[in-house]
């Protein structure tokens, strides 16, 4: 997938990762970027084009798939999180509220863009995913667990968009200094910088792209003979 003159569209486009995209994506030659977002207005990169986008609605979604029907790559980034484990007095309703975005706001921009990629020639879907598809400690349990839902849900549009020769791309990234990880004391990657391996990974036709140190030594800790998701004894 060639970046240069693609016509790309970006779920939470606004800040952090999204913004990042938005912004490498100009520099790269894209001849036209949708920037979605929940509210239009908080789009301030010039040059693109502000959708109103909230991914859990699927109206708004259908919607954007008629206005964007010249889109070659989307970019599924739009995604939530909050803090604890599942047994919190509200941690059932926290993993609907973190599933609607992370896991059906993904299914319903790729089932609604599908038929845009594939009158276009194919093009390519990256689906912004993470090192917590893999692992979980119930720090963060609904959103770890609706990224590795939404692991399993790439891997399975991988299979399902490969007649219409869509490339698939899941990116995996620990921590990312963005809004989404404040307050976490742990070593940060930059946004630019995941966001430039995931789109050289994409120009390179890779399945998936392990964006950072941490995620590729966790990748290999899954085999490990006592895995890294399982509790580490001492």
């Not at 941690?91 to 276009?120: C, D, H, M, Y």
């Amino acid at each position: 997938m060639n970046i240069e003159n693609s016509v790309v569209l970006v779920t939470g486009a606004n800040r952090g990762i999204g913004l990042a995209f938005v912004r490498e994506l100009l520099a790269r030659g894209a001849r036209k970027v949708y920037a979605g977002a929940r509210d239009p207005s908080t789009v301030t990169v010039p040059g693109v084009q502000a959708l109103r986008l909230d991914v859990t609605k699927p109206d708004e979604v259908a919607a954007a798939a008629q206005q964007a029907t010249d889109v070659t790559l989307v970019i599924n980034n739009a995604g939530i999180a909050h803090a604890g484990g599942f047994l919190a007095q509200d941690g059932g309703a926290v993993a609907r509220r973190i599933f609607e975005t992370n896991f059906f706001g993904t299914l319903n921009v790729s089932q609604a863009f599908a038929p845009v990629l594939k009158a276009n020639g194919g093009g390519a879907l990256l689906n912004v995913l993470s090192v917590a598809s893999w692992v979980n400690d119930g720090a963060l349990g609904a959103y770890s667990a609706s990224k590795s839902a939404a692991w399993s849900l790439t891997n399975a549009l991988r299979h399902e968009l490969a007649a219409q020769k869509t490339q698939v791309l899941g990116l995996h990234m620990a921590y990312v200094d963005t809004d989404l990880t404040r307050g976490f004391e742990v070593p940060k990657s930059s946004a630019e910088e995941i966001v430039q391996r995931a789109l050289d990974g994409l120009e390179e036709g890779a399945d998936e792209v392990l964006a950072d140190m941490l995620t590729q030594q966790i990748r290999q800790g899954l085999v490990a003979p006592r895995p890294v998701y399982l509790p580490q004894t001492h």
